[in-house]
């Protein structure tokens, strides 16, 4: 039972050490490591305006950041791995989870949604994906799975719901929750991403939940005006940065692996022309 998830598959041809850290840190808030970096708007409004002019559609910093996100999983298949008692498994599937608010008010009511991708997808696809799951659970009056899983746990009484959250996560961790619940809650993820430059603040490192799968929790603050340094010809100017922090579950892959990946999302994003093609070949994981 412990070696079969849903979803995903163990992987049996990790190092000892890699799988040695599993156990020296059984929880990912053991295993957090944290990330920050500020990316040039420049090419990424340069992207958006082109798209537009094209297709007439209009893409947001969170399309085109997720759309990074993507890609970057599709290329670095060992981000979306998971620990899961003592054992490293991968997805079969990128999901990325978001909370929205269905009002911006402070009584507006928020909910979760999830949406899973092949790796292929250009950043118009997930852009399509995103906007078909956020609008249908935009109306206030709407509940979608995730929803009405809270509002049926919420009407127990607050001891037994101790008890059958409690039981929730051991199911969870001898990998017998079922697939029902495994779509509906939104822990159950690649990533869980946050768009705080939606509300005009900067960005803050939020923690892994202990429970469901997320090896990764991306924030995208407000952008700011920052002296940064020409490549090109050494001057210092001024230029729009977007900013953007990461919180990690080191386990799951060494600290190359990690910084490679981080130089290949930078990548992506001073490039976002490629995101306007399909990705060809999704890398899969090692066995």
Known sequence: ????????????????????????????????????????????????????EETGVKLSYLDVVNAALVRLYAKMPALNRFVMKGRIFANNDIKIAMAIKKAMRDDGGSTAVKVAFTGHETALEVQEKFQKEIWKNKE????????KLMETLMRLPVGVLRVVVGILKWLDTISALPQSLLDSLPFHSSI??????????????????????????????????????????LEVKGAKMLELKAVCDERICDGLYHARAMRLFRKILENPEQLSERLEVVERDVD
Not at 10 to 28: A, E, I, K, N
């Open 140 to 147: 206030a009056d709407s509940s979608n799975s995730t929803d």
């Open 192 to 233: 869980f991403v946050t768009y705080l430059k939606s509300i005009g603040i900067r960005g803050i490192y939020h923690h892994i939940y202990d429970f469901g799968t997320i090896g990764m929790f991306v924030c995208i603050g407000k952008e700011q005006y920052m002296p940064i340094v020409d490549k090109k010809t």
């Open 1 to 52: 039972m412990f070696r079969k998830r849903k979803g995903a598959r163990l992987l049996t041809t990790l190092s000892p050490y890699d799988s040695l850290l599993c156990h020296v840190m059984t929880r990912r808030s053991d295993a957090q490591v944290y990330f920050t970096d500020y990316v040039e708007c420049a090419p990424i409004d340069a992207y958006i305006k082109k798209i537009e």
